[in-house]
């Protein structure tokens, strides 16, 4: 990804006008233009399948969403940067008992993740957060949240850049406060820096890996679906990693 599609913020200043933190964001927001279509998935489907008020605009308090009265008591699993929602969609309809929240910035990936799920006829288990992750945290209770996904994520590739991934401490500090005690965290990436960056800052955040030897970092989970940014890492030439962490 190019610097011209980084988002920062302003440094010296502490808040927005809303109350919200100054924090520098980095990634795509917008790609190619939204068929009409997608803009009507968006602009009708979007609002229901939120997990909650998780904008500073929304909720300048930061109260807690009610995850119990959201999702009738069923566990809740995180997908964070869900891309288009292959993955997402596939473990909704895998596990129909246990409520999904779905995490991505990207609003064209967010809309073909709406239009996946509109030609199911919906999935009643699935809520979607179509913004930063840390905003999400914010609102998320302690404890809340029993697995969490990170698949393939944006790997940021140059060393000045490594900052910018998610498997740093301010990340996995408060993705470690919202999970369960005992709760599983899966990491998916293709490259072998991003999987050294993860072995390092994962366990520092308080999580122990499950893997006993590099092996099995090489086998998927017996429910993975792969991606469309698998298939292409395969095809060139690249290998998936899948690490699986437990919150201690």
Same mark, same amino acid.
Request: aromatic fraction near 10%; proline fraction near 7%.
């Given at each position: 990804? &190019?610097?011209?599609?980084?988002?920062?913020?302003?440094?010296?200043?502490?808040?927005?006008?809303?109350?919200?933190? #100054?924090?520098?964001?980095?990634? +795509?927001?917008?790609?190619?233009?939204?068929?009409? !279509?997608?803009?009507?998935?968006?602009?009708?489907?979007?609002?229901?399948?939120?997990?909650?008020?998780?904008?500073?605009?929304?909720?300048?308090?930061?109260?807690?969403?009610?995850?119990?009265?959201?999702?009738?008591?069923?566990?809740? #699993?995180? =997908?964070?940067?869900?891309? !288009? @929602?292959?993955?997402?969609?596939?473990?909704?309809?895998?596990?129909?008992?246990?409520?999904?929240?779905?995490?991505?910035?990207?609003?064209?990936?967010? !809309? &073909?993740?709406? @239009?996946?799920?509109?030609?199911?006829?919906?999935?009643?288990?699935?809520?979607?957060?179509?913004?930063?992750?840390?905003?999400?945290?914010?609102?998320?209770? $302690?404890?809340?949240?029993?697995?969490?996904?990170?698949?393939?994520? $944006?790997? #940021?590739?140059? !060393?000045?850049?490594?900052?910018?991934?998610?498997?740093?401490?301010?990340?996995?500090?408060?993705?470690?406060?919202?999970?369960?005690?005992?709760?599983?965290? %899966?990491?998916?990436?293709?490259?072998?820096?991003?999987? %050294?960056?993860?072995?390092?800052?994962?366990?520092?955040?308080?999580?122990?890996?499950?893997?006993?030897?590099?092996?099995?970092?090489?086998?998927?989970?017996?429910?993975?679906? &792969?991606?469309?940014?698998?298939?292409?890492?395969?095809? =060139?030439? %690249?290998?998936?990693?899948?690490?699986?962490? +437990?919150? +201690?």
């Amino acid at each position: 990804m &190019s610097d011209d599609q980084t988002h920062d913020s302003d440094a010296n200043k502490t808040a927005h006008a809303s109350g919200a933190p #100054w924090r520098n964001f980095y990634g +795509r927001i917008h790609g190619k233009t939204l068929n009409q !279509a997608q803009k009507v998935y968006l602009e009708e489907d979007l609002p229901r399948l939120a997990p909650g008020p998780v904008s500073w605009e929304e909720n300048p308090e930061r109260v807690k969403l009610d995850l119990v009265e959201r999702f009738g008591g069923k566990p809740v #699993w995180l =997908e964070v940067g869900f891309g !288009a @929602g292959e993955h997402l969609i596939h473990m909704a309809q895998s596990y129909p008992d246990v409520a999904i929240i779905g995490c991505e910035p990207y609003v064209n990936g967010v !809309a &073909s993740c709406l @239009g996946h799920m509109r030609r199911l006829g919906g999935l009643d288990n699935v809520a979607i957060h179509a913004g930063d992750a840390r905003d999400l945290f914010d609102v998320l209770p $302690d404890e809340s949240i029993e697995k969490a996904f990170l698949n393939y994520p $944006d790997p #940021w590739p140059k !060393a000045r850049h490594h900052r910018r991934r998610f498997v740093t401490q301010e990340h996995l500090a408060p993705l470690y406060r919202v999970l369960e005690t005992g709760a599983e965290f %899966r990491v998916a990436t293709d490259i072998p820096d991003y999987v %050294r960056q993860t072995m390092e800052e994962v366990p520092r955040a308080g999580f122990e890996w499950l893997g006993e030897s590099a092996e099995d970092w090489r086998k998927p989970w017996s429910d993975w679906f &792969s991606t469309r940014y698998e298939k292409k890492a395969i095809r =060139e030439g %690249r290998t998936p990693h899948y690490m699986t962490f +437990r919150k +201690r």
